[in-house]
Each structure stands twice: as structure tokens, then as C-alpha cells.
């Protein structure tokens, strides 16, 4: 059976675990910790050992291996990381969700890399680590995939500054096995003979456990939790009561190079070791395993907003088509090659790209890439652009439709494949570039205004297709010195625009930390602020019995145009339901309502006593309520052919949801609450076809 290379992108988990104060010290017996190290082994004020971590793949490996179909007679660990970004807790439940990210051909003799992600919660909300994993399976090569290019690794020169002795016990993977691996080759001598070694060995993660105390006790001594990252390559099996030796280089601030060495036979049984400490910083903007695209990377904005990604730990693709600044030309890539070697020598990962956005197979090759690089995408940054000004008439459809091509379809292009694996993997985070001249107008920019404008309706109807699915869709309108904007602003202020200020918001907009969607703000200098789309209060001009005269509107125009109380919608539901609000009769303060002195579930029990049957024929809809509250619950109402059926629960497939507190509920129930009152309140909460919910004050005698 070959590998399924379907599964890329492919989600693992969630799986959640329990544990206590005991399983940690389990652990960290079967790592070697004992009175030495009593903080690991004494519930009173216990410390997780941070690589304690490792016991969750235990049960996300199994799933990953199975997505990925690899042969499990050739499988191997080849290497594991550990982002720590929060302290284990002695006791909770830890839940883990991953992907396949990717598959690597070393050739039909010599195996494939299945490398996975996975990031673990705590019950307690706090992110505590990613785990990158990956698998070397001997007998999956020749897939025809590519190899994975080789990395530089290489020990100083050097003495290292310390030399951890360890001395695992002949009976260690007895007790390590009990955190969780339980694989015969650990403990069956007639099974270990069977796979062509004199004994059971022991497991490369529990030499793994012996490193990280090693190197907490030599780097940060008593100290664990400020363990970021530890990295590694398992690379010979070892023997249960061999000694080691943990060997640590310090190689700048806050960073080792570590491997261990079997003192017995002097081979080196885990390899390519790194290990970064300090103190976690708090609330810290971070895109570990984030896989980021910017588009028009380049130059001018693209380059910092990818700079800064990779800086923070974000995997990018740097596209840019390496043309002029209208456009023309036949394009280069080195604009997208210096960049990604910037990002390269300040320690991050990067590929560079040189598709056009401008086309649908330019789009396309762009989320290729990132797909045929990292796995996945989870960040697109829509940032490429052209400039092709003159006055209206003077703007002739090439240099229209140059500059909509580029802004508007160029992030239709990249965004709609990316849209579809972020949809997949139920995560994204995009960003559109807009511009003040499109929000606000700007002389001789027709082209550029309309198509930046363009931008944030695209954002508008994005922002909810992606609601569901932990995507969001945000928008920017930067102010920076560029090459487009070289001759627009005065010399001195172009000093101080640097497009290094307007980072920060395209970075933040883009974390997992923002909850925004469907924003649109302005950055430039330092200064933030959000633009958007207000509307006014507005006015009923005769009453909407008789169609209102010219004259009419022009009398009540002040009011028609005023601003003042102006609110924002978040879509189109909310303005209609605003619209319609304007006719409903006034009523009285909705919190001095007084509930009917029944109880949620007895208004329900009754509610077929005042349905009115002859104003539902032919109606057919199912509503489906949630009240929330310590009176609250989940009912459905199901309305057919003049009969109304009531149950508890939630229906299958409801045509309207309703969502309101118990005390709202009773208000409006008891007619205290007029429905478009509660509903423009935000007191009601209206899902699906939104029209029916009119019928509920038709149906029910309140
Ligand atoms: P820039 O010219 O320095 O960078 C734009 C990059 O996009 C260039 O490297 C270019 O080669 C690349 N590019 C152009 N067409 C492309 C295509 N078809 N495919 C792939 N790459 C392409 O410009 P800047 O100022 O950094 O602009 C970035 C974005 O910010 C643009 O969308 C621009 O409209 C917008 N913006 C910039 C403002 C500013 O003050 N700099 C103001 C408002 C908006």
C-alpha cells in the first residue's frame, strides 16, 4: 500500500487527555528524575518537566500514521520539536490537534519523511506547545515527491561548555513505557530479537526526556518553565543501562546546540540537537508553524510584512513578480530571491515565488506553492500592486483594467485556493490591502480607487463564507514610503513613513490573537485607526402608507442625511432588520418588562394553545430556539400544514434560529417585547432565513 498523499492538509485530532500530578511524576521516573531532581517527583509544588509533552503523541502519532497509510513495519522517529509556550500544569486535560503537513522522497531505496504538526491546549485555555513531528518511513520512498533539501547543522568547534553524565538504569523503558508507549521493542526480549537487536532498547523519546532535564539542569537551573524549544534527530538506537552523555554548547543568547553520545560505543545516539531558553514573553504575537503568503512580497510593504512573519516563526512564501511600477516589464525574480534570502539569513524559512497575480494560474501557483513547500496556508496576505494614474477620461481600458486586474482579481485569484485549504483545515487569516484613496477618494486614481474599494466588498461577504471555519478576513490601508508612493508625498514625511510602522497591524490582523473579522483599518507612521461604513438613523417619510414626494424627502432631508448615532452592520440581515424596525410601533424600555410568571419550559408547554392555526396554512418552517440562562434550553418549533408540533432538543435541519436569554424570551413572549425591538437590541439573536422569524408574531397569539 503506498502512502496517501491525499492526506496533506489532512486534520488530526482533536484528541484530549487526562492526567494528574502522578502520570507527570511517572514520567518523569521513567526520564531518570529522582531525588536529585525532586521538584519533578513531589506533588508539593510539583514542576512538569517540559518534555513531558511528548506523552500526547502517543496518541496523535497512531492517527497521523493512519491518515498517512505509511508502512508501519519501517517506521522510525527521525526527529521531534518542542515550541513550549506555556508551562505544563501538574494536572488537567490536554487536548491536541494537528495535520499532515507534508512528505519528502528520499528515493525508492532509501525511504520517505512524513513530517506532522500538532498544537496542545490545556483545560485551562492556555496554549502549552507545538509539536513537530517527523517520521522516517524506510519503505515508502519513490513516490516521486521531492527530497527534502538538506540543512546545515554543525557543532562549534569547540569543547562543549557542558557534559551532562546520565545512566539509565537496565530496567528504564519498564517504567518509561508506562507513560505511554507501549510498544513491544521496548520490552519483549523475543520480540527485540525478532526486529535483529539483543534486547529490548530503549525508546529514543525517553533519552529524549534524560536531555531536557540535562539541559535545564546546565541552562536553566530550577528553572523549566523557561524551556521554548527543543529540537533533535534520533539517530542510533541505544541499549537500557548504556551511559550517556548529554553534550551542551551555549551558541549565542538564550540558545544551545546539544547531542548525546553513547559513552560505550561512542556513537551518537540523538543528533542535530537545539534548545532555546528564556522567559516566555507574555502575550506574545507568534506564527510558529504558520504558514504565510504575501503577495507582491518583493519590495516596499510585502518585504517588511514577510520579514516580520518570519521573525516571529511564520513559513513564508515571498511572491512577486519583479515588475515595474505600472506593471509593465518582463518581471525578475530577484526581487522575491533577495527577500527570501534576507529572511534566510536572519534564521527563517522562506521560498520565494514569481507567479502573476493577475491570473487565475498565477493565483493558483502561488497556493501551490506554499502547498508543495509547507503543507498548507494559513495566512495570505493580499498585498500586490500597480499604479497606472491619469484623469477619468484620460484613463483608457488598458490601464483600467491593468490596475482591476493586479488589486481586484489578483486577490480573487490568490484568495479563492487559498480560501479552499483554509476552509479544509478550518483555520485562515487574510488580509486585503486597501488604500485611503479608495475609502476616500483621490484625484487621477479611477482605476486604483475603484478596484481598492472593490477590495473590502470582497472582504465584506468573505468575512461571513468564512465565519464558520475560524477565517478571517480583514483589511488594511497602509500609508508608507514606497516606490508608489515616491511621488505622491512630501520628501520629509516620506522619511518618516516607513513601511516598518504599518507591519505591526498587518502582523497582528493576522495572529491567531485577533478576534476581528470584517475590519477595515488605517496605519501609517504609528497612527491606527478603523475606517468603516456607518450608517445613519434615518427617517420613515410617509409613513410608508403613501409613496413620499420629492419635496417630501427634500423637507426631511437633514434627517435623512444625518449621521448623528450612526452604527455599523456587520451584514446585510442587520440593516433590513433595522429597515423593518422603523415601522414596528414604538414600545416601552424592554428591560422593565416583567416575565408572564411562567418558566421558559412551561411557555414552550404552551405555546401550541396560542398557535393560530388558520394563519399557517400552507406555512411550512421549522424555528429553532436557544435560550440561554439558568431557565434556558433548546426547543424547536415545527410548523406544517396548519398544526405546530413543540419538542425539546435540536432539530435536524431548523429554516430559522432563534437565540435570546430566558428573561428577553419571557418579555417577549408576554408581548413586552416587541420581536423587532428585541431583535435590532441585539436581544434576539436571528439565524438562517431571516424573513420567517416574521412570522412568529403572525402565528402565535402573544
Ligand atoms: P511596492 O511597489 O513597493 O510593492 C508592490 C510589489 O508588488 C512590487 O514588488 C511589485 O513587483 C509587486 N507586484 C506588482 N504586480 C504584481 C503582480 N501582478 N504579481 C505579483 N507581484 C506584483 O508598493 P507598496 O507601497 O509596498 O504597496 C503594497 C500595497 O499597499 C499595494 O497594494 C498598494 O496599493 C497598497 N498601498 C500602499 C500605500 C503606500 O502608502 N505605500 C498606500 C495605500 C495602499
Given at each position: 500500500m503506498a502512502l496517501n498523499l491525499d492526506a496533506i492538509g489532512k486534520k488530526i485530532g482533536p484528541i484530549s487527555k487526562d492526567y494528574t500530578w502522578k502520570d507527570a511524576v511517572l514520567y518523569a521516573l521513567g526520564v531518570g528524575a529522582g531525588f536529585s531532581d525532586l521538584e519533578y517527583c513531589y506533588e508539593k509544588d510539583l514542576k512538569v518537566i517540559p518534555s513531558f509533552a511528548i506523552t500526547t503523541l502517543y496518541d496523535v502519532m497512531p492517527e497521523a500514521m493512519g491518515l498517512t497509510?505509511?508502512?508501519?513495519a519501517g517506521i522510525l522517529h527521525g526527529e521531534q520539536e518542542l515550541i513550549f509556550h506555556n508551562p505544563i500544569p501538574p494536572e488537567g486535560t490536554m487536548t491536541s490537534e494537528g495535520r499532515i503537513l507534508n512528505y519528502y522522497d528520499k528515493g525508492e531505496q532509501k525511504g520517505a519523511l512524513v513530517v506532522a504538526e500538532a498544537e496542545t491546549r490545556h483545560s485551562n485555555g492556555q496554549k502549552l506547545f507545538t509539536s513537530n513531528m517527523t517520521i522516517f518511513s524506510r519503505l515508502d520512498g519513490g513516490f516521486g515527491g521531492e527530497n527534502r533539501p538538506r540543512e546545515k547543522f554543525e557543532f562549534p568547534?569547540?569543547?562543549?561548555d557542558f557534559m551532562v553524565d546520565m545512566s539509565p538504569s537496565e530496567d528504564q523503558p519498564l517504567i518509561y513505557r508506562l507513560s505511554g508507549d507501549t510498544f513491544q521493542l521496548h520490552v519483549d526480549p523475543e520480540f527485540a530479537k525478532m526486529a535483529g537487536f539483543e534486547k529490548p532498547i530503549m525508546h529514543g523519546l525517553c533519552t529524549h526526556g534524560y536531555a531536557c532535564r540535562a539541559l535545564i539542569q546546565s541552562l536553566i537551573p530550577g528553572e523549566p518553565e523557561k524551556a521554548r524549544r527543543m529540537n533533535c534527530r534520533f539517530s542510533r538506537p541505544l541499549y537500557p543501562g548504556m551511559s550517556l552523555q548529554v553534550q551542551i554548547w551555549k551558541t549565542g543568547e538564550g540558545q544551545a546546540v546539544w547531542r548525546i553520545q553513547n559513552?560505550?560505543?561512542?556513537?551518537?545516539?540523538?543528533?542535530n540537537g537545539l534548545f532555546e531558553y528564556g522567559d516566555v514573553p507574555k502575550d506574545e504575537v507568534r506564527f510558529d508553524n504558520k504558514v504565510a503568503v504575501v503577495t507582491?512580497?518583493?519590495?516596499?510593504l510585502g518585504r517588511v510584512y514577510a520579514l516580520e512573519l518570519a521573525k516571529r516563526g511564520a513559513k513564508v512564501v515571498v511572491n512577486d513578480l519583479g515588475g515595474a511600477r505600472d506593471g509593465s516589464g518582463e518581471g525578475s525574480s530577484s526581487p522575491a530571491d533577495q527577500v527570501v534570502e534576507e529572511i534566510k539569513a536572519a534564521g527563517g524559512e522562506a521560498v520565494a515565488n514569481y507567479d502573476n497575480v493577475a491570473t487565475v494560474e498565477g493565483g493558483e501557483g502561488i497556493v501551490k506553492s506554499a502547498l508543495d513547500a509547507f503543507?498548507?496556508?494559513?495566512i495570505l496576505i493580499n498585498n500586490a500592486g500597480i499604479l497606472r494614474d491619469k484623469s477619468f477620461v484620460k484613463m483608457d481600458p488598458e490601464n483600467w483594467h491593468a490596475v482591476l486586474d493586479v488589486h481586484l482579481n489578483g486577490a480573487y485569484n490568490v484568495t479563492r485556493p487559498a480560501f479552499a485549504v483554509m476552509k479544509e483545515q478550518g483555520y485562515g487569516r487574510i488580509l486585503m490591502t486597501t488604500s485611503a484613496a479608495g475609502l476616500y477618494g483621490n484625484f487621477g486614481q479611477t482605476n486604483y480607487t475603484a478596484a481598492k474599494m472593490a477590495l473590502v466588498g470582497l472582504m465584506n461577504t468573505l468575512k461571513l463564507e468564512g465565519q464558520k471555519y475560524d477565517i478571517h478576513v480583514n483589511t488594511i490601508a497602509p500609508v508608507a514610503a514606497s516606490r508608489l508612493t515616491e511621488d505622491v508625498l512630501p520628501p520629509d514625511f516620506f522619511e518618516k513613513l516607513k513601511p516598518e510602522f504599518v507591519a505591526p497591524l498587518a502582523l497582528y490582523l493576522c495572529s491567531e490573537k485577533c478576534a476581528d473579522t470584517g475590519n477595515v483599518y488605517n496605519a501609517g507612521m504609528g497612527f491606527y485607526n478603523r475606517a468603516a461604513i456607518v450608517t445613519g438613523p434615518g427617517v420613515v417619510v410617509g409613513e410608508g402608507k403613501e409613496i413620499p414626494s420629492p419635496e417630501a424627502l427634500a423637507e426631511n432631508w437633514e434627517k435623512v442625511k444625518s449621521l448623528k448615532g450612526a452604527k455599523t452592520y456587520f451584514q446585510l440581515n442587520e440593516q433590513i432588520g433595522d429597515l423593518m424596525a422603523a415601522f414596528s410601533q414604538p414600545a416601552g424600555d424592554a428591560a422593565a418588562a416583567e416575565p408572564a410568571g411562567l418558566s421558559v419550559a412551561e411557555v414552550f408547554k404552551n405555546m401550541p394553545n396560542n398557535f393560530i392555526s388558520e394563519e399557517a396554512q400552507g406555512v411550512e418552517v421549522v424555528f429553532q430556539y436557544t435560550i440561554t440562562g439558568s431557565d434556558g434550553g433548546d426547543w424547536y418549533c415545527d410548523i406544517k400544514d396548519g398544526t405546530c408540533t413543540i419538542a425539546s432538543g435540536k432539530h435536524e435541519k431548523p429554516i430559522c434560529s432563534l437565540e435570546m436569554e430566558d428573561q428577553d424570551f419571557l418579555a417577549l413572549m408576554s408581548g413586552k417585547l416587541p420581536a423587532m425591538q428585541a431583535y435590532t437590541s441585539g436581544k434576539l439573536k436571528i439565524g438562517g432565513d431571516l424573513m420567517k422569524s416574521q412570522l412568529i408574531e403572525k402565528l402565535f397569539k402573544m
Amino acid at each position: 500500500m503506498a502512502l496517501n498523499l491525499d492526506a496533506i492538509g489532512k486534520k488530526i485530532g482533536p484528541i484530549s487527555k487526562d492526567y494528574t500530578w502522578k502520570d507527570a511524576v511517572l514520567y518523569a521516573l521513567g526520564v531518570g528524575a529522582g531525588f536529585s531532581d525532586l521538584e519533578y517527583c513531589y506533588e508539593k509544588d510539583l514542576k512538569v518537566i517540559p518534555s513531558f509533552a511528548i506523552t500526547t503523541l502517543y496518541d496523535v502519532m497512531p492517527e497521523a500514521m493512519g491518515l498517512t497509510n505509511v508502512n508501519l513495519a519501517g517506521i522510525l522517529h527521525g526527529e521531534q520539536e518542542l515550541i513550549f509556550h506555556n508551562p505544563i500544569p501538574p494536572e488537567g486535560t490536554m487536548t491536541s490537534e494537528g495535520r499532515i503537513l507534508n512528505y519528502y522522497d528520499k528515493g525508492e531505496q532509501k525511504g520517505a519523511l512524513v513530517v506532522a504538526e500538532a498544537e496542545t491546549r490545556h483545560s485551562n485555555g492556555q496554549k502549552l506547545f507545538t509539536s513537530n513531528m517527523t517520521i522516517f518511513s524506510r519503505l515508502d520512498g519513490g513516490f516521486g515527491g521531492e527530497n527534502r533539501p538538506r540543512e546545515k547543522f554543525e557543532f562549534p568547534d569547540r569543547d562543549p561548555d557542558f557534559m551532562v553524565d546520565m545512566s539509565p538504569s537496565e530496567d528504564q523503558p519498564l517504567i518509561y513505557r508506562l507513560s505511554g508507549d507501549t510498544f513491544q521493542l521496548h520490552v519483549d526480549p523475543e520480540f527485540a530479537k525478532m526486529a535483529g537487536f539483543e534486547k529490548p532498547i530503549m525508546h529514543g523519546l525517553c533519552t529524549h526526556g534524560y536531555a531536557c532535564r540535562a539541559l535545564i539542569q546546565s541552562l536553566i537551573p530550577g528553572e523549566p518553565e523557561k524551556a521554548r524549544r527543543m529540537n533533535c534527530r534520533f539517530s542510533r538506537p541505544l541499549y537500557p543501562g548504556m551511559s550517556l552523555q548529554v553534550q551542551i554548547w551555549k551558541t549565542g543568547e538564550g540558545q544551545a546546540v546539544w547531542r548525546i553520545q553513547n559513552m560505550e560505543t561512542q556513537e551518537i545516539a540523538i543528533d542535530n540537537g537545539l534548545f532555546e531558553y528564556g522567559d516566555v514573553p507574555k502575550d506574545e504575537v507568534r506564527f510558529d508553524n504558520k504558514v504565510a503568503v504575501v503577495t507582491g512580497a518583493g519590495a516596499g510593504l510585502g518585504r517588511v510584512y514577510a520579514l516580520e512573519l518570519a521573525k516571529r516563526g511564520a513559513k513564508v512564501v515571498v511572491n512577486d513578480l519583479g515588475g515595474a511600477r505600472d506593471g509593465s516589464g518582463e518581471g525578475s525574480s530577484s526581487p522575491a530571491d533577495q527577500v527570501v534570502e534576507e529572511i534566510k539569513a536572519a534564521g527563517g524559512e522562506a521560498v520565494a515565488n514569481y507567479d502573476n497575480v493577475a491570473t487565475v494560474e498565477g493565483g493558483e501557483g502561488i497556493v501551490k506553492s506554499a502547498l508543495d513547500a509547507f503543507g498548507t496556508i494559513d495566512i495570505l496576505i493580499n498585498n500586490a500592486g500597480i499604479l497606472r494614474d491619469k484623469s477619468f477620461v484620460k484613463m483608457d481600458p488598458e490601464n483600467w483594467h491593468a490596475v482591476l486586474d493586479v488589486h481586484l482579481n489578483g486577490a480573487y485569484n490568490v484568495t479563492r485556493p487559498a480560501f479552499a485549504v483554509m476552509k479544509e483545515q478550518g483555520y485562515g487569516r487574510i488580509l486585503m490591502t486597501t488604500s485611503a484613496a479608495g475609502l476616500y477618494g483621490n484625484f487621477g486614481q479611477t482605476n486604483y480607487t475603484a478596484a481598492k474599494m472593490a477590495l473590502v466588498g470582497l472582504m465584506n461577504t468573505l468575512k461571513l463564507e468564512g465565519q464558520k471555519y475560524d477565517i478571517h478576513v480583514n483589511t488594511i490601508a497602509p500609508v508608507a514610503a514606497s516606490r508608489l508612493t515616491e511621488d505622491v508625498l512630501p520628501p520629509d514625511f516620506f522619511e518618516k513613513l516607513k513601511p516598518e510602522f504599518v507591519a505591526p497591524l498587518a502582523l497582528y490582523l493576522c495572529s491567531e490573537k485577533c478576534a476581528d473579522t470584517g475590519n477595515v483599518y488605517n496605519a501609517g507612521m504609528g497612527f491606527y485607526n478603523r475606517a468603516a461604513i456607518v450608517t445613519g438613523p434615518g427617517v420613515v417619510v410617509g409613513e410608508g402608507k403613501e409613496i413620499p414626494s420629492p419635496e417630501a424627502l427634500a423637507e426631511n432631508w437633514e434627517k435623512v442625511k444625518s449621521l448623528k448615532g450612526a452604527k455599523t452592520y456587520f451584514q446585510l440581515n442587520e440593516q433590513i432588520g433595522d429597515l423593518m424596525a422603523a415601522f414596528s410601533q414604538p414600545a416601552g424600555d424592554a428591560a422593565a418588562a416583567e416575565p408572564a410568571g411562567l418558566s421558559v419550559a412551561e411557555v414552550f408547554k404552551n405555546m401550541p394553545n396560542n398557535f393560530i392555526s388558520e394563519e399557517a396554512q400552507g406555512v411550512e418552517v421549522v424555528f429553532q430556539y436557544t435560550i440561554t440562562g439558568s431557565d434556558g434550553g433548546d426547543w424547536y418549533c415545527d410548523i406544517k400544514d396548519g398544526t405546530c408540533t413543540i419538542a425539546s432538543g435540536k432539530h435536524e435541519k431548523p429554516i430559522c434560529s432563534l437565540e435570546m436569554e430566558d428573561q428577553d424570551f419571557l418579555a417577549l413572549m408576554s408581548g413586552k417585547l416587541p420581536a423587532m425591538q428585541a431583535y435590532t437590541s441585539g436581544k434576539l439573536k436571528i439565524g438562517g432565513d431571516l424573513m420567517k422569524s416574521q412570522l412568529i408574531e403572525k402565528l402565535f397569539k402573544m
